[in-house]
T-cell receptor
Framework: DQQVKQNSPSLSVQEGRISILNCDYT??????FLWYKKYPAEGPTFLIS?????DKNEDGRFTVFLNKSAKHLSLHIVPSQPGDSAVYFC??????????FGDGTTLTVKP | NAGVTQTPKFQVLKTGQSMTLQCAQD?????MSWYRQDPGMGLRLIHY???????DQGEVPNGYNVSRSTTEDFPLRLLSAAPSQTSVYFC?????????????FGPGTRLTVL
């Protein structure tokens, strides 16, 4: 049973436009979420997080929105840059070292 | 800090061979984990440790063993390699303090089992 789903395997946007990556979860006990970014041949790196006490968290060009009633979160990148091309994973808070990752969305930003 | 290091970067094994993937971190993190990533899929947890001497199974533990004798090191052993274990393996560590912990990942080991 996959607790976290990223239903879009890939997304392609033009440089300068907005990228929106989505993530749905099933477990209402999750109350903290992290987004990781992964370049080819590298390990994932932490990008941004959000707590359930907030519905929005911003960090520069990156904003994550959380809709608890819909069990949905989204990552917005504005403006998108070619260097943002990577695989993005959402993950609820790791519990005792465990973590459930979505399958990832491959973002391609075209110059 | 070197962060999380993994060796080797690449490995080719024959079915039935055994080997150990090495993972080390120099951040004094309590929590360490091993994941595998197959094409088109997310990271699946193999084993994890919440401190030296303590390990537990994740989602896909079969065919793998771990031990944690020191805080720094968390090796992953393949007992008898099978083609289904062809994957990219990532080691990760985190402080383990508080509920907002983020994980730091190593660069990965690409394993092919023939």
């Amino acid at each position: 049973d996959q607790q976290v789903k990223q239903n879009s395997p890939s997304l392609s946007v033009q440089e300068g436009r907005i990228s929106i990556l989505n993530c749905d979860y099933t477990n209402s006990m999750f109350d903290y979420f992290l987004w990781y970014k992964k370049y080819p041949a590298e390990g994932p790196t932490f990008l941004i997080s959000i707590s359930s006490i907030k519905d929005k968290n911003e960090d520069g060009r990156f904003t994550v929105f959380l809709n608890k009633s819909a069990k949905h979160l989204s990552l917005h990148i504005v403006p998108s840059q070619p260097g943002d091309s990577a695989v993005y994973f959402c993950a609820p808070y790791p519990n005792a070292g465990k973590s459930t990752f979505g399958d990832g969305t491959t973002l391609t930003v075209k110059p | 800090n070197a962060g999380v290091t993994q060796t080797p970067k690449f490995q080719v094994l024959k079915t039935g061979q055994s080997m150990t993937l090495q993972c080390a971190q120099d951040m004094n993190h309590e929590y360490m984990s091993w994941y595998r990533q197959d094409p088109g899929m997310g990271l699946r947890l193999i084993h994890y440790s919440v401190g030296a001497g303590i390990t537990d199974q994740g989602e896909v533990p079969n065919g793998y063993n771990v031990s944690r004798s020191t805080t720094e090191d968390f090796p992953l052993r393949l007992l008898s390699a099978a083609p289904s274990q062809t994957s990219v393996y990532f080691c990760a560590s985190s402080y383990g303090q508080g509920r907002t912990d983020t994980q730091y990942f190593g660069p990965g080991t690409r394993l092919t089992v023939l």
